[in-house]
């Protein structure tokens, strides 16, 4: 039976960034994946391959809408689903075949099988043929990962009534899709349909969608793919059923008065969040404790009640994000190497890949009033930002929210071109404690969207925004 000082189990983001600093760490390390590719949900049917799907899509949109104002005469563009898939294929393969490089860089043993534990320290791998291999680990670090989840009265068929895994795959551009939750998942789907044709209904219990993040997002991000991609919206609503045939969906509900609805389309993608997957991992031989939403339970260092055995990632509680995942896998194998590292979870940004894109970090302003927090807004809208004029993006705003008193900056929410890239300074901001007046006076390079930031923290600062 071979020894390792540490073995992961699963190869997500965070799995394989864990695995990879316990190899730099100088930790004999072994990495166990159930599914033939590396790199989990993210890199095979999550964040990789929607982005390839939603920059395809967006090419596309922009060939029928904007094309000619550019100056750029081109005949209707038609769309070709089956190659838009295989390119998002190609990068999806190109990314993974990029873990295995890492792995053999690294020095790490990889297993492929479905890894349990037999005890705290013994780990068995059942192979796809059957034959189990019996590793030990002086350490473990669990990294399954989720799967998405369904609601009562959902069959989930694969063929109608789908996943994000499905919605990745399809054969046909949906006539009808209907979306049921208004997150982050079914949000970038629905947008990559919807840009190629597809009318999109969503229906979500809550009363906006992305309901986690700021009001002020949800709410222009509504009016955006209303205005843009014609997206409908039916809020409070509780989904009660759906009954597929072989060629449509009925999605049923009550609204808020508690009133039947019926809402017919012919696929529908449920996207009502994901649960964490520790199906067959043997927790219980080892002694390991879940919660009663199915998360491993941990300690303030990600450590389970077992010594030895630490979780992280979508498995744990928090955000089920691929970067949250990634800290916490670095901050395990540098806790093992004897290190004091440390994670600031209110400062890990949360963006939603929609065109405009959506990204956040810090507190929200609705968080702040039930603090009792008093603050400062600032805002830009990206429409005053030349950058912005000259691309043709100019919905969205950036908005900066500040104590009062201190001037430190407390949450900064963006909607608008270019985001996920741009919610970096406000990372680094808040990592260092700036101030708003500390961004305000940094140069930022003309003509950038990154102005807008600097604009919002000048808004903040005594309304002395230059541009509005």
Known sequence: MEKFDVTVIGSGPGGYVAAIRCAQLGMKTALIEKYPTLGGTCLNVGCIPSKALLDSSEHFYNAVHHFEEHGIDIKA??????????????????????????????????????????????????????????????????????????????????????????????????????????????????SVYGRLGSKITVVEYMDRIIPGMDGALSKELQR??????????????????????????????????????????????????RKPYTDGLGLENAGVKVDNRGRIETDGHLKTNVDGIYAIGDVVKGAMLAHKAEEEGVYVAEQLAGQKPHINYNLIPGVVYTWPEVAAVGYTEEQLKEQGKKYKVGTFPFKASGRARASMDTDGFVKVLADETTDEILGVHMIGPRTADMIAEAVVAMEYR??????????????????????????ATGKRALHI
């Open 77 to 190: 563009p038609k769309v070709n689903l089956k190659q838009m898939i295989e390119r998002k294929r190609g990068v999806v393969k190109m990314t993974c075949d990029g873990i295995n490089f890492l792995m053999k860089k690294n020095k790490i043993t990889v297993y492929q099988g479905h890894g349990s534990f037999e005890n705290k320290n013994t780990i068995q791998i059942k192979k796809d043929d059957g034959s189990v291999e019996k590793i030990e680990s002086a350490k473990t670090i669990i990294a399954t990962g989720s799967k998405p989840s369904t609601l009562p009265g959902i069959e989930i068929d694969k063929k109608r009534v789908i996943t994000s895994t499905e919605a990745l795959e399809l054969t046909e551009v949906p006539k009808h899709m209907v979306l049921i939750g208004g997150g982050v998942i079914g949000l970038e789907l629905g």
């Open 224 to 273: 955006i793919l209303k205005k843009n991609l014609g997206f409908e919206f039916l809020f409070k609503h509780k989904v009660t059923g759906v009954k597929a045939t072989a060629k449509e969906v009925t999605v049923t509900a009550l609204n808020a008065k508690d009133e039947p609805v019926e809402i017919k389309g012919d696929y529908c993608l449920v996207a009502v969040g």
């Open 434 to 459: 700036a101030s708003a007046e500390d961004i305000s006076r940094m140069s930022h390079a003309h003509p950038t969207f990154t102005e807008s930031m600097k604009e919002a923290c000048l808004d």
